[in-house]
């Protein structure tokens, strides 16, 4: 479904993805793990479009969308949720689902935001209320609320676990697999979490300064040593969980 | 004061105000969009003046008798014709510059301004030019024996014709999918294009936007005062900005108060003190709000930045 090939990009004159090759197959879940400032957000970014890439190329859907504007990107059925979740704090949380629609046809809003309502039936009773009030965990279900009323074909998410208590990254963990079994979603899963990401993830690889240095299930990433010393060093939550 | 000078001038205020409110707007509307001050936004309302006073000879010499009528259409045509030279400025002096540090679209601005003035001084002359009043009459209320409040038709219809403005203009803000794609381009432009908004194109709009209600103040000036030159967009110009800023700049509900705050200064000060010095209360209120109250009446503290 999304074919990256050769993949170089920065900011500036820093060139942050040295030559990256990523495939995402329809209905799976790929995570990239890595460590801070690996070049996990810049790689979603460029598949978006900002910043350009400088050489190689993106493939959606069998279309070559390197070089597309950021806006037209947005149209294809890509829906990004980006690092930091970039809510519009002085909308509304219907106003932000309201935007998720933007390129796509308003007759559906009704029916995709009841969609949207029964994974975060939370955000049902603060329509009203501005984006920049929620909590952090909210703010993730709004985030993921607003990327999915477009209905995409490929949802990508930037480190959703990022600043959220255990609990409640569990709790979104186990919707981000709900809504993958239940739509057949394609997620394309960014996160520094790797003990969960890797649980998630049908397969997976791990970036290094700007490459991908491994490759595997998600399961075989979890079990390899090498792995677990440099990522799951203190991660997993408890021993019963740990391999 | 009386109760007949207060009302009289609180109308007066009320004409004044409409005109400052309508130029405030747009200020704001592109400071809240892109973070610039627009310069060149009161030689547009000039530039919307003069293509009024153009429209009116035309009409005329059209035949179009009918005064509502030529006043509809010239409206039509100043908006028009005045959203394309907004849509030109942003094309040409500002859109390159984006991205760069934040004193060269300043600078550009004001070249901008000394353009657009230059321009209407060299193809239309510099000398003061007149329109024959068009709207005649008005209502005379009886407050007392000796008391008469006095409202012309044309101060009623600039009234009317702003609220109505605002009114619709408050209404595609809040709730249009255009408004909409405003607001998050103005929030955070990077999220609105991953959402699909293209952020030029909005960014266009809201000059457009911007640039034809400075033609509807324009027009308005035109009737109003009955002479133009192209210099009139400079003082007009600092007004609305001061009354922008006063109301809390980015703010749309500020820019309106602002421009009504200031044209109820404009009307009152001379009936207390002398008419000299309206220009500097104007601005010394400017000062006083930006010492006690930086982000204005209505406008939202920098600090609240999620
Ligand atoms: N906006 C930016 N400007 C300049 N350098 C950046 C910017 N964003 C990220 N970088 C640099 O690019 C590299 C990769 O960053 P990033 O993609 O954010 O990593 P990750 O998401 O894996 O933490 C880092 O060295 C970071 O410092
Ligand atoms: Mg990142």
Not at chain 1, 36 to 49: Q, Y
């Amino acid at each position: 479904m999304l074919k990256v090939r050769g993949l170089h990009s920065g900011y500036g004159r820093i060139e942050a993805l040295h030559g990256v090759d990523v495939d995402v197959e329809a209905g799976e879940i790929m995570t990239v793990v890595g460590a801070n400032g690996a070049g996990k957000t810049t790689l979603l970014m460029t598949v978006c479009g900002h910043p350009r890439a400088w050489s190689g190329e993106v493939l959606f859907e069998g279309r070559d969308i390197t070089g597309l504007p950021m806006f037209e990107i947005g149209r294809l059925g890509i829906a990004h949720v980006p690092e930091g979740r970039h809510i519009f704090p002085r909308m509304t949380v219907l106003e932000n689902l309201q935007m998720g629609g933007y390129a796509v046809d308003p007759r559906h809003f009704d029916a995709d935001l009841q969609r949207v309502l029964a994974y975060f039936p939370q955000l049902g009773n603060r329509l009203s209320q501005r984006g920049g009030t929620l909590s952090g965990g909210e703010q993730q279900m709004l985030a993921i609320g607003r990327a999915l009323i477009s209905r995409p074909r490929m949802l990508l998410l930037d480190e959703p676990s990022l600043g959220l208590a255990p609990l409640v990254v569990r709790q979104l963990f186990d919707i981000i697999a709900d809504i993958n079994r239940d739509e057949r979603m394609t997620v394309f899963l960014i996160e520094q979490n790797a003990f969960q990401a890797l649980r998630l993830a049908h397969r997976a690889c791990i970036m290094v300064n700007g490459r991908i240095t491994t490759r595997g299930t998600g399961a075989e990433l979890l079990a390899d040593p090498a792995v677990q010393a440099a990522y799951l060093e203190g991660a997993a939550p408890s021993a019963e969980e740990a391999p | 004061m009386t109760i007949d000078i207060f009302l009289q001038q609180l109308v007066n205020g009320l004409t004044l105000g409409a005109f400052y409110g309508l130029i405030a707007l747009g200020y704001t509307m592109v400071y809240g969009i892109i973070g610039m001050i627009n310069f060149a936004h009161g030689d547009i309302y000039m530039v919307g003046a003069f293509i009024s006073l153009i429209g009116f000879l035309l009409f005329s010499a059209l035949g179009v008798a009918s005064v509502p009528v030529a006043i509809l259409l010239v409206l039509v045509v100043a908006m028009v014709f005045t959203a394309v030279y907004g849509w030109a400025v942003e094309r040409i002096a500002y859109r390159p510059l984006r991205g760069s540090q934040r004193l060269a679209p300043l600078i550009s601005a004001i070249g901008m301004s000394i353009v657009l003035q230059n321009f209407v001084q060299l193809t239309q002359g510099a000398r003061v030019k007149p329109l024959p009043p068009m709207v005649q009459g008005g209502y005379r209320f009886t407050l007392g024996t000796d008391a008469h409040l006095n409202v012309s038709l044309l101060q009623a219809l600039i009234v009317f014709l702003t609220v109505a403005l605002m009114a619709g203009f408050t209404y595609i803000i809040r709730r249009t999918p255009l408004g909409r794609a405003q607001r998050a381009t103005e929030q955070d432009a990077t999220m609105a294009a991953l959402l699909g908004v293209n952020v030029n194109r909005t960014i266009s709009i809201t000059f457009i936007i911007g640039a034809s209600l400075a033609a509807v103040a324009g027009l308005m000036a035109t009737l109003y005062y009955g002479v133009i030159d192209f210099f009139i967009g400079f003082v007009a110009g600092i007004k609305a900005f001061t009354a922008a800023v006063l109301g809390g700049i980015g703010s749309l509900p500020g820019a309106m108060l602002g421009g009504l705050v200031i044209g109820m200064i404009e009307s009152f000060w001379p009936v207390y003190f002398d008419l000299a010095y309206r220009d500097v209360a104007v601005f010394g209120v400017l000062v006083l709000v930006l010492i006690f109250r930086p982000s204005g009446l209505l406008g939202r503290p920098e600090i609240e930045k999620v």
